[in-house]
């Protein structure tokens, strides 16, 4: 059973406006969103897809020097940290914060979320590509 065909209706609910998190997404490898939540208005529509390329794109980088594709991806660009995490082999969860905010928040922070979803991937050791300056 796929683990994204039913996602709980309050998925980000634990995302208080004055959280830590800026963004969250969960979608599909194809872009198509399945549950989202901003601090601030965003265009879903570009977002969601330029999510999914830019892991898509850091996949086919990685196999092109003969590297396994990662379960999980770190980002610090601009003030900001993103963790993109793949849910199963179609789906990925994306957290955006600001930089200030640590690598192992938003890892504990997406284990919680991704408890939620019906079968959730338990990978405690998941491959993991870090990108950017100091990220932790």
Known sequence: ????????????AELVPNGRIEMAMLLKRNG????????SPVAWEVVSIMAATTLGSLETMLET????????????A???????QKVDPQGMLVLVAKDVVTEAYLRDTARRLLAKLPLAAKNDLPRRVT???NFR
């Open 1 to 12: 059973m796929d683990s994204l065909r039913m996602v709980p209706a309050d998925f980000f």
């Open 78 to 84: 601009c003030g900001n940290r993103i963790h993109v």
């Open 32 to 39: 198509r969103m399945l549950a989202a939540w901003a601090r």
């Open 131 to 133: 990108l950017g300056p």
């Open 65 to 76: 020097i003969h590297a396994p594709s990662p379960e999980m991806v770190g980002i610090v």
